[in-house]
């Protein structure tokens, strides 16, 4: 199973991104999925988590209103999409997700960062 990230870039201060989170592999059914950041010389926190259903997404206390968590289970994806965006954002995000695979029951599995740089 991997977990790929992408949509990070380069924006303005007040721009808007969109972040995707994609699985793929031999699994059976992607559980929560959430969204960490890290900016440098920082600890790692918690963006944005959605359920399996996609009910009930979670944000953190400084992307509240801003930012909004959505899932095309489909498409196997979870989107992180980002208004107002400030320096402050600037970070390397990583989506996580919860999975269950034919061979090791449910598991928690990382996707490598995509960095977003706001500029002022």
């Known amino acids: 199973v991997q977990l790929q990230a992408s949509g990070g870039g380069l924006v303005q201060a007040g721009g808007s991104l969109r972040l995707a989170c994609v699985a793929s592999?031999?699994?059976?059914?992607?559980?929560?999925v959430s969204w960490y950041r890290q900016a440098p010389g920082e600890q790692r926190e918690l963006v944005a988590g959605?359920?399996?259903?996609?009910?009930?997404?979670n944000y953190g206390d400084s992307v509240k209103g801003r930012f909004t968590i959505s899932r095309d289970n489909t498409e196997n994806a979870v989107y992180l999409r980002m208004y107002s965006l400030q320096p402050e954002d600037t970070a390397v995000y990583y989506c996580?997700?919860?999975?269950?695979?034919?061979?090791?029951?449910?598991?928690?599995?990382w996707g490598k960062g995509t960095l977003v740089t706001v500029s002022s």
């Open positions: 996580n997700a919860n999975i269950r695979t034919p061979t090791r029951g449910s598991q928690v599995y």
């Open positions: 592999g031999s699994f059976f059914r992607i559980n929560t």
């Open positions: 959605i359920f399996g259903s996609g009910n009930s997404p």
